[in-house]
């Protein structure tokens, strides 16, 4: 495109300054009205050039045009996937951002969907009871938006430790929730009932129960957990979270939690056996282990 500079004016310079002002730019108001190239159109160019790490100067070329049209894109706006060349603009940084934020790492808040937003994407819809295909449709976003009051206000260099929970936090948050733990196998069905024992050796008057199957619950608990040794097969219609960055675990249990519609939502744990590092062996000690991480997590997850 050719350069549009101080002293254009028509349909192209309102375009420019609409989508300045939307940024925060500051746009003469008779400019504005006459739709001419003015002195303000030109600082409100120049400094969005210098925030956006474009070369310096007033003038609107080509890479000018293109980031200006990148930051105007709101989270929503277009199904972002994996191409090349990357999607790009300030609704994939935003993606990014929120992605974080929830405990899955999109990396960099760069506004690229690349490989790593695409993989976190897809964990955000396992962790939701999606079809985990990396490409955020409409009811990604509005699997997000629900989640607003979650991610909404929160630094955006995370995703964040949690840290311990301590044994008095966790006896407190025992005592206020009512949930039900399960499990699908033997492995599973080890771990959860030492996450029970712990729970009920922490305080004597937990509202963790243990029950043979999900059927099973009481109607005052507010949440089923089903934990599972294996990945979830392609039936599966409920959120799976998997049991592998213990940092970000609690507020991934608190997503699918969270993100669910059902009045008592079912959320799977994966513990995690299927990685690289799993020998095959599983032992007292690793169940212990497990145990312990996870009520922890969940201990975090559900204090409110």
Same mark, same amino acid.
């Given at each position: 495109?050719?350069?549009?500079?101080?002293?254009?004016?028509?349909?192209?310079?309102?375009?420019?300054?609409?989508?300045?002002?939307?940024?925060?730019?500051?746009?003469?108001?008779?400019?504005?009205?006459?739709?001419?190239?003015?002195? /303000?159109?030109?600082?409100?160019?120049?400094?969005?050039? =210098?925030?956006?790490?474009?070369?310096?100067?007033?003038?609107?070329?080509? /890479?000018?045009?293109?980031?200006?049209?990148?930051?105007?894109?709101?989270?929503?706006?277009?199904?972002?996937?994996?191409?090349?060349?990357?999607?790009?603009?300030?609704?994939?940084?935003?993606?990014?951002?929120?992605?974080?934020?929830?405990?899955?790492?999109?990396?960099?808040?760069?506004?690229?969907?690349?490989?790593?937003?695409?993989?976190?994407?897809?964990?955000?819809?396992?962790?939701?009871?999606?079809?985990?295909?990396?490409?955020?449709?409409?009811?990604?976003?509005?699997? !997000?938006?629900?989640?607003?009051?979650?991610?909404?206000?929160?630094?955006?260099?995370?995703?964040?430790?949690?840290?311990?929970?301590?044994?008095?936090?966790?006896?407190?948050?025992?005592?206020?929730?009512?949930?039900? !733990?399960?499990?699908?196998?033997?492995?599973?069905?080890?771990?959860?009932?030492?996450?029970?024992? =712990?729970?009920?050796?922490?305080?004597?008057?937990?509202?963790?129960?243990?029950?043979?199957?999900?059927?099973?619950?009481?109607?005052?608990?507010?949440?089923?957990?089903?934990?599972?040794?294996?990945?979830?097969?392609?039936?599966?219609?409920?959120?799976?979270?998997?049991?592998?960055?213990?940092?970000?675990?609690?507020?991934?249990?608190?997503?699918?939690?969270? /993100?669910?519609?059902?009045?008592?939502?079912?959320?799977?744990?994966?513990?995690?056996?299927?990685?690289?590092?799993?020998?095959?062996?599983?032992?007292?000690?690793?169940?212990?282990?497990?145990?312990?991480?996870? =009520?922890?997590?969940?201990?975090?997850?559900?204090?409110?």
């Amino acid at each position: 495109m050719d350069p549009i500079s101080e002293g254009a004016s028509g349909a192209a310079v309102e375009d420019i300054q609409d989508r300045l002002a939307a940024l925060g730019y500051d746009i003469d108001a008779d400019e504005k009205s006459r739709q001419y190239f003015g002195k /303000s159109t030109g600082t409100a160019v120049a400094r969005f050039r =210098l925030d956006h790490d474009l070369s310096l100067g007033q003038e609107v070329d080509t /890479s000018t045009w293109a980031t200006l049209v990148d930051e105007g894109y709101h989270m929503g706006d277009r199904t972002l996937y994996l191409r090349l060349p990357n999607f790009h603009g300030a609704d994939v940084r935003q993606l990014q951002k929120c992605l974080n934020i929830l405990g899955f790492s999109a990396g960099a808040e760069d506004g690229y969907y690349g490989v790593h937003t695409e993989a976190a994407v897809k964990q955000f819809q396992e962790n939701i009871g999606a079809l985990p295909d990396g490409m955020a449709f409409p009811d990604t976003f509005d699997a !997000i938006e629900r989640l607003h009051h979650v991610w909404a206000g929160k630094p955006a260099s995370g995703p964040h430790p949690q840290g311990e929970m301590g044994f008095a936090r966790a006896a407190n948050v025992l005592e206020s929730v009512h949930l039900a !733990i399960t499990a699908e196998d033997p492995i599973s069905r080890n771990v959860a009932g030492r996450v029970w024992n =712990l729970a009920s050796a922490t305080n004597e008057k937990s509202g963790l129960d243990i029950v043979d199957s999900p059927d099973n619950h009481d109607d005052a608990d507010q949440a089923i957990l089903v934990v599972a040794s294996t990945s979830p097969d392609a039936n599966t219609k409920v959120p799976n979270v998997l049991m592998d960055d213990v940092d970000t675990l609690p507020m991934r249990i608190r997503t699918a939690y969270e /993100s669910s519609k059902e009045k008592v939502p079912v959320i799977r744990i994966e513990l995690p056996l299927s990685g690289h590092d799993y020998n095959g062996t599983f032992t007292i000690a690793d169940a212990q282990t497990f145990a312990v991480m996870l =009520l922890d997590a969940i201990c975090q997850a559900f204090d409110e």
